[in-house]
């Protein structure tokens, strides 16, 4: 073959390559036993890109993780991460996803640095001392580097455990509850190197409870036992709620809250201001408007959040039929 035809061949290959996903995956499924903890998960991911993962603990959240990482096989399905079969290249996607655990990874007796060159020397780098450096510094780590990683409070051995995972600059990033147990500013950090990770072209996975940082996500897939059964952009699910939202007006309206709660319908109400917001079944408007007017109270349809569509998405006979 000639060297331009090669030279053209090797192009489109690449041209290819960055118009694939960086996730395909299509009906994952997970058994523990006779426990299906995922079934028939499909989603994909592009470079740019921040999905949520957002349900109940149980829900499949981490599961679907572990699988996408390499770190567990699918009982069934297919797909592809970063290129790689998810069903025959677990090792070689482990060695290119960062993938941060809920749970804290780090060993408590080695320094900061000594855990970070543990990791680099995992992923194999070839100039390990360098990134370790460039890790330590980028994520504050300095006055820390040679303290044992036992030594650090929560919220620093948070940010050590994320510095191990992206130590490799990987191009698809898993992150499983990364924010937990975080004060604000810290979690502002996070999300900062978050979003900084995808505007570089990196793809993001984050698990998270926190439905406001799940706003800030590109997508979101809300997991109930095992599926999915909500996916899209924040707004676009929270334009598809299921339930209703109201706010309540009216004089000392807090007090009724009680009576809300009781009609038929409502999910859930919850001081706003001088008012009361009431997620409920749509069919429950009758009622809440004939409760208003009981007290001189007035009722208006307010916009829903995310975090109502979850509440909504949450009762079983919401879910899409499949």
Not at 10 to 34: D, F, Q, T, W
Not at 127 to 150: Q, Y
Not at 232 to 238: K, L, Q, T, V
Request: glycine share 10%; proline share 4%.
């Amino acid at each position: 073959m000639p060297n331009h035809a090669r030279r053209c061949s090797a192009s489109h290959a690449m041209l290819r390559c960055a118009r694939a996903p960086l996730v395909a995956v299509e009906n994952i499924s997970k058994s523990y036993g006779r426990t299906t903890a995922v079934a028939g998960v499909t989603l994909s991911l592009w470079a740019g890109e921040i999905w949520g993962f957002v349900g109940a603990n149980g829900a499949g959240k981490t599961t679907t993780l572990r699988m996408l990482a390499g770190i567990l096989k699918p009982d069934g399905g297919a797909g592809r991460v970063l290129g790689f079969d998810l069903q025959r290249d677990a090792a070689k996607i482990r060695e290119r996803v960062g993938y941060m655990s809920q749970r804290l990874s780090l060993y408590a007796e080695l320094s900061v640095f000594e855990n970070l060159r543990f990791r680099a020397q995992v992923y194999g780098l070839k100039n390990p001392r360098a990134a370790i450096e460039a890790a330590i510094r980028e994520f504050g780590l300095v006055p820390w580097a040679h303290s044992p990683a036992g030594s650090l409070s929560g919220g620093w051995a948070r940010r050590l455990q994320l510095a191990a995972s992206l130590v490799h600059s990987p191009r698809l990033v898993l992150l499983d509850e990364p924010t937990a147990g975080l004060d604000a500013a810290a979690r502002q950090e996070v999300w900062r190197r978050v979003e900084g990770l995808a505007a570089a072209g990196a793809g993001v996975i984050v698990s998270t409870h926190d439905l406001v940082e799940a706003e800030r996500c590109s997508r979101t897939a809300f997991f109930a036992d095992g599926q999915v059964v909500a996916v899209g952009a924040p707004a676009e699910i929270a334009a598809g709620s299921p339930v209703a939202v109201f706010l309540m007006c009216g004089t000392d309206v807090r007090r009724l809250a009680k009576d809300v709660t009781a009609v038929a319908g409502v999910v859930a109400s919850c001081p706003h201001g001088e008012s009361l917001r009431v997620v409920a079944d749509p069919l429950a408007e009758f009622d809440l408007r004939r409760l208003a007017a009981m007290h001189a109270a007035s009722l208006a349809r307010a916009g829903a959040r995310l975090e109502d569509a979850i509440l909504g998405w949450s009762l079983p006979m919401a879910w899409p039929q499949t």
